[in-house]
T-cell receptor, first 114, second 111 residues
Framework: DAGVTQSPTHLIKTRGQQVTLRCSPKSGHDTVSWYQQALGQGPQFIFQYYEEEERQRGNFPDRFSGHQFPNYSSELNVNALLLGDSALYLC?????????????FGPGTRLTVT | QQQVKQSPQSLIVQKGGISIINCAYENTAFDYFPWYQQFPGKGPALLIAIRPDVSEKKEGRFTISFNKSAKQFSLHIMDSQPGDSATYFCAASIWGQNFVFGPGTRLSVLP
């Protein structure tokens, strides 16, 4: 049973560019959440997708957008990249959106903005 | 209100010792409190979780103690091993949504 997979593993972009990160949830999971983890800090919630809709959003600007596909996989898009967007971007999948939801994290995509 | 505080920032323990990490929260609406373990280059992995209607939960060498009135919860790692060396995060959520993570504790277990 494959766990949560993310691609690419590493990415280097220039300030002002746009980036797309991809996530495939664990088999049987229908909910995908995205987190940003700066170096030495805890993950910060960006948004959650369920039934192809954004259900919850953290305190991130509109430059951060996402999409969920019918097969439950998801993309995170970041426009007009800033140096401060350099971080590990984590995808977590779960089943459903309520209760004591157990999230499974992927290995992350390390984004470096120069 | 949404913040979760975590201490200590780093912890060094001898093999076989007890590692204790503490977290505190303000938002009484939080109803699910998981602990995650993260190794370098990996995503966080769920260790153990608790709901506020329980004061303690034990799974193997890992125990969560929960004090609802003080709005505090802690992770105890008994018989700490060098393989436990990792960064530990506490987190909190409301109805399984919008998880808020603490800043993390880097644990080093000396052989």
């Amino acid at each position: 049973d494959a766990g949560v997979t993310q691609s690419p593993t590493h990415l280097i972009k220039t300030r002002g560019q746009q980036v797309t990160l991809r996530c495939s949830p664990k088999s049987g999971h229908d909910t995908v959440s995205w987190y940003q983890q700066a170096l030495g800090q805890g993950p910060q919630f960006i948004f959650q997708y369920y039934e192809e809709e954004e259900r919850q959003r953290g305190n991130f600007p509109d430059r951060f957008s996402g999409h969920q596909f019918p097969n439950y996989s998801s993309e995170l898009n970041v426009n007009a990249l800033l140096l401060g967007d350099s971080a590990l971007y984590l995808c977590a999948s779960s089943f459903g959106t309520s209760g004591s939801v157990q999230q499974y994290f992927g290995p992350g995509t390390r984004l470096t903005v120069t | 209100q949404q913040q979760v505080k975590q201490s200590p920032q780093s912890l060094i323990v001898q093999k076989g010792g007890i590692s204790i990490i503490n977290c505190a929260y303000e938002n009484t609406a939080f109803d699910y409190f998981p602990w995650y373990q993260q190794f370098p280059g990996k995503g966080p992995a769920l260790l153990i979780a608790i709901r506020p209607d329980v004061s303690e939960k034990k799974e193997g060498r890992f125990t969560i103690s929960f004090n609802k009135s003080a709005k505090q919860f802690s992770l105890h790692i008994m018989d700490s091993q060098p393989g436990d060396s990792a960064t530990y995060f506490c987190a909190a959520s409301i109805w399984g949504q919008n998880f808020v993570f603490g800043p993390g504790t880097r644990l080093s277990v000396l052989p």
